[in-house]
């Protein structure tokens, strides 16, 4: 079974708006990452979080993590049509192996 | 993008044939993964490896096997393919020497296999 699962499965919202997508998860976590992946390609990482931290910025993505709450957000400001994609949390108990969710697909219309 | 590439990047095979997949790396990182990919299912792992001759199950692994004999190569073989095997299968490989994360995983581009 998936650790994480991401909420919403769909999302589309118009070129400069904010996307914001969650991920809830069950057990206790060592780190949380977040992936992208364009239609027919393979996952580009985009960032990671540690379970001692609480938010984090990477250019126009923001992420924050609640472990308390199990769940984390990953907000992408001004989006881009470039943007479109579906995008998984993963999760880690502090070994090499992740458990992906499911993942929201979203799109942005230009 | 990491130096990985997956072959073949698209199979068709029948039914009880037995198929293997081959994920190639170029940047000495000690981890290799093989997952699939389906509809509502997100990435699921199948099997990974830690090293050399080192590997262990993941949440699917009924109907593969893997083999890792030189750090660069990882195969995972299907023994007899049925039609659930369908699926986009990915590589990725963690466990970069040189970088501050090493949970980071990177991506191959894939392999569509369809049995028939």
């Known amino acids: 079974s998936q650790q994480g699962e991401e909420d919403p499965q769909a999302l589309s919202i118009q070129e400069g708006e904010n996307a914001t997508m969650n991920c809830s998860y069950k057990?206790?976590?060592?780190?949380l990452q977040w992936y992208r992946q364009n239609s027919g390609r393979g996952l580009v990482h985009l960032i990671l979080i540690r379970s001692n931290e609480r938010e984090k910025h990477s250019g126009r993505l923001r992420v924050t993590l609640d472990t308390s709450k199990k769940s984390s957000s990953l907000l992408i400001t001004a989006s881009r049509a470039a943007d479109t994609a579906s995008y998984f949390c993963?999760?880690?108990?502090?070994?090499?192996?992740?458990?992906f969710g499911i993942g929201t697909k979203l799109q942005v219309i230009p | 993008d990491a130096g990985i590439t997956q072959s073949p990047r698209h199979k068709v095979t029948e039914t009880g044939t037995p198929v293997t997949l081959r994920c190639h790396q170029t940047e000495n990182h000690r981890y290799m993964y093989w997952y699939r990919q389906d509809p509502g299912h997100g990435l699921r792992l199948i099997h990974y490896?830690?090293?050399?001759?080192?590997?262990d199950k993941g949440e699917v692994s009924d109907g593969y096997s893997v083999s890792r004999s030189k750090t660069e190569d990882f195969l995972l073989t299907l023994e007899s393919a049925t039609s659930s095997q369908t699926s986009v299968y990915f590589c990725a490989i963690s466990g970069n020497p040189w970088a501050a994360n090493q949970e980071t995983q990177y991506f191959g581009p894939g392999t569509r296999l369809l049995v028939l």
């Open positions: 993963a999760t880690s108990g502090g070994y090499q192996k992740v458990t």
């Open positions: 490896s830690y090293g050399v001759k080192d590997t």
């Open positions: 057990t206790s976590i060592n780190n």
